[in-house]
């Protein structure tokens, strides 16, 4: 008997089915059961289920005969589970990593309570992740488990069946089970809550609840959301026929109040033809079930505030104003408080700017806070000058690790985090000797004498850029411009493009890709190191798929399939992924690293490249290693993004154009162990990367922060060893049993 029970409806979501079920076959815990429920879904996701099951012993998939909703496909599910708890996952969230170890210690530790309360968080479509639970409600107060009588607040935690584990015999002896409906989960949770003779929480994220841009039952208009009234009747039915379930009345009241409020005032939830109805209709359900004066279980008084009374009283003209004032007020506040705290922060920096300047600090930022060339120049910088403070822009959540360890006597941790619009923001960024970025600096940053500017840019350019791009506010990218001391180059080709499309009076320093340096310094070791933390096998030829973005493939399906390419392939091929939008899957040849944070150490782990026109192609040739040019589009994305070179005529590998011809140059000889391909990749390297040799950062750190003393000249390309792949063909292949090639380990 598992440990665990963990069900997954699944309906119109295959994109993101995938990264669900690979969130939990991927835990290091593995004492559980996976049941997954294809609800009739109409596209690939029982397909998708089936490959999972195939997989892994682990896993049950279930198919429903029609479409009837999650909450009946849940109960399908139960029908079927046999751990000692259950817990539900929807089949576009995933599970944190570490979740699964964390509850079960969780639950030893607390005597094995019939219900564990845990934390999530919830990421929007776009990427943008918000706190799922209010701070402090689940923070542990006591070493063993509860009641809900002794922490009541508990209450008001979010309706939802996937925060919480539940002990089996707790739902079996319960006979809980899912209604249909938009709002199914609300009868499950409250009854469980109220019933369950011990509780305790976990104060840890372990769900990642991502929404939906379209598709979601809760966020898409229409009568539907009626269903909160019908479910909100069930609640208090399961309250009553508890017993002293009463008690737990007003406080559900309350929550109640406040749901029907939210989804009244939800945009694009409710048609505006049945709005009044469902006013009429929530007002009468508050009266039905509105409790007597007095403290409520969650604290407070009982007495109903504006919003409460005038919805029982059905006032809703009176409720829509109410809420227009309130809103309005809010906006005015925040507005306020946002227009005082900016003038302060102002002052601030002005202040700042009349203090010396600090020649021993260095800011650096990047998009996303991730890694490239500000990541490595600070990692060289920490290196050659310890002295000198680094700090790094990022947002709380962003990734701010930088390129290899600490030196001996340099920072710890290197690089401090600036939250931007905060004070220490401000005075690093008015007072710091150097900053380095890949992206814009602030507007309100203004040039100041005795401070340095470098512009890493984010690789060799291919598509049009800066002036070339036509940009929309051309007196702000002058100004960008303009404040730039330093502009970072690869090659004459990068000059050419960017002094072109960024004209201005700084200095290029056409000194190669500090990002790639690591290709040229990292060892064998660390290839298999890298691939082992990927869970790369062996003895398998790794394949990395990385496509650019386009600007007309937007909400289209993605270009490539990677699910096709791995059967084609066959056996002895694994493809790394890095393509966010695209449905990569999971197993059966395929391994989505989309969310890793360095392209870097992607590269190093495979063993070829299959890309389009995205910049790594320019670094990734660097480890002599084979590349394909994926290029189906090239004339409509020529037209749209324009370009410096027509890349297809000098690649440094085959091109193909569609993903028979793909799979063809994948499992061919020539492509691994070819002469001519190896001198169009040398060719390549001669134009593209004439300066990486794995001392780009340090010529930037010696010219910047050194005044120029020392720069190394560029090593002869004879005399450069990149870092080996981990597993190359053999010099002769031949086709080996059940297709596929012969491979040896390196």
């Known amino acids: 008997m598992p440990r665990f029970s963990i069900i997954v409806p699944a309906h119109r979501i295959q994109a993101q089915l995938p990264a669900c079920l690979a969130s939990v076959r991927s835990q290091d815990f593995g004492d559980f059961e996976l049941i997954a429920v294809d609800d009739a879904s109409p596209d690939a996701c029982g397909e998708i289920i089936a490959e999972a099951a195939a997989d892994d012993p682990r896993v049950t998939g279930l198919r429903m005969e029609r479409a009837v909703g999650p909450g009946p496909a849940r109960n399908a599910a139960l029908d079927r589970a046999r751990g000692d708890y259950v817990l539900f996952l929807d089949g576009d969230d995933t599970l944190a990593p570490g979740a699964l170890a964390a509850v079960a210690e969780r639950l030893t530790a607390t ?288 990734h701010t690790r930088t390129d290899g360890p600490a030196p001996p006597g340099g920072n710890a941790p290197p690089g401090d985090r600036l939250v931007p619009g905060t004070a220490p923001y401000w005075t690093a960024m008015a007072r710091a000797r150097y900053l380095i970025s890949d992206n814009g600096f602030p507007d309100a940053l203004s040039p100041r004498a005795g401070q340095l500017r470098l512009q890493t840019h984010h690789g060799t350019p291919l598509t049009h850029t800066g002036l070339d791009a036509a940009p929309r506010d051309l007196p702000r990218l002058l100004r960008q411009i303009d404040s730039w001391d330093y502009c970072l180059s690869a090659s004459r080709h990068a000059t050419l493009a960017t002094e072109g499309a960024y004209p201005a009076d700084y200095l290029t320093l056409e000194f190669g890709s500090p990002r790639a340096d690591l290709f040229h310094t990292a060892t064998g070791e660390d290839v298999r190191r890298v691939r082992a933390e990927l869970g790369v096998p062996d003895d398998v030829l790794a394949i990395l798929y990385a496509p650019a973005r386009r600007g007309y493939d937007r909400g289209r399906p993605p270009r490539l399939d990677p699910r096709w390419l791995a059967r084609a392939l066959g056996p002895g091929f694994l493809l790394l992924v890095r393509a966010p939008g695209v449905a990569a899957g999971a197993g059966a040849g395929v391994l989505d690293v989309s969310a890793h944070p360095r392209i870097e150490e992607l590269c190093l782990a495979a063993d070829a490249l299959v890309t389009d026109y995205a910049p790594v192609l320019f670094d990734y040739a660097n480890l002599d290693r084979p590349i394909v040019l994926h290029a189906d589009d090239w004339e409509a994305y020529r037209a749209v993004h324009g370009a410096y070179l027509d890349l297809p005529a000098a690649a440094p590998g085959p091109v193909t154009r569609t993903p028979a011809e793909l799979a063809a140059a994948l499992s061919g000889a020539a492509l691994w162990t070819g002469r001519d391909e190896a001198a169009r990749r040398a060719a390549f390297r001669r134009r593209f990367c004439p300066h990486d040799d794995g001392y780009a950062a340090e010529r930037v750190v010696r010219q910047v922060f050194f005044g120029g003393r020392g720069i190394p000249p560029t090593v002869p390309e004879a005399e450069r060893r990149p870092a080996p792949a981990a597993v190359t063909p053999r010099p002769r292949l031949s086709p080996a049993p059940g297709g596929g090639l012969r491979r040896r380990v390196g």
């Open 111 to 398: 005597g094995g309570p019939e219900l564990l309360l845990f934390d999530h968080v919830r990421i929007a479509w776009h990427g943008a992740s918000a706190p799922g639970t209010r701070p402090g409600l689940l923070t542990q107060r006591a070493p063993g488990a509860f009641t809900l009588a002794e922490r009541p607040t508990l209450l008001r935690l979010p309706p939802v069946a996937w925060g919480a584990a539940y002990r089996r015999d707790l739902v079996e002896g319960l006979d809980l089970r899912f209604p249909a409906g938009h709002y199914q989960d609300l009868p499950f949770v409250y009854a469980a809550l109220a019933a369950a003779a011990s509780v305790a929480v976990l104060d840890r994220v372990c769900v990642e609840h991502r929404g939906r841009r379209t598709g979601g039952r809760t966020r898409t208009a229409g009568r539907g959301h009626f269903d909160v009234l019908t479910q909100y009747e069930r609640v208090f039915a399961r309250l009553a026929a508890l017993p002293g379930g009463d008690r737990w009345r007003p406080a559900v009241h309350r929550r109640m109040v406040d749901h029907l409020t939210a989804v009244y005032h939800a945009k694009d939830r409710l048609p505006a033809a049945d709005r009044a109805e469902f006013f009429r209709r929530a007002a009468a359900l508050c009266r039905r079930h509105r409790a007597a004066s007095g403290a409520t279980a969650i604290g407070g008084r009982r007495r109903p505030g504006p919003r409460a009374l005038l919805m029982r009283l059905g006032a809703r003209r009176a409720f829509q104003l109410l809420g227009a004032c309130q809103r309005l007020t809010r906006r005015l506040r925040a507005r306020a408080r946002g227009r005082l705290r900016a003038g302060l922060l102002r002052a601030h920096y002005l202040v700042q700017r009349r203090l010396p300047v600090n020649h021993r600090l260095a800011v650096f930022t990047s998009v996303g806070g991730r890694s490239g060339h500000p990541a490595a120049i600070e990692a060289k910088l920490r290196e050659m000058a310890p002295g000198i403070r680094t700090a790094w822009v990022a947002a709380p959540g962003e």
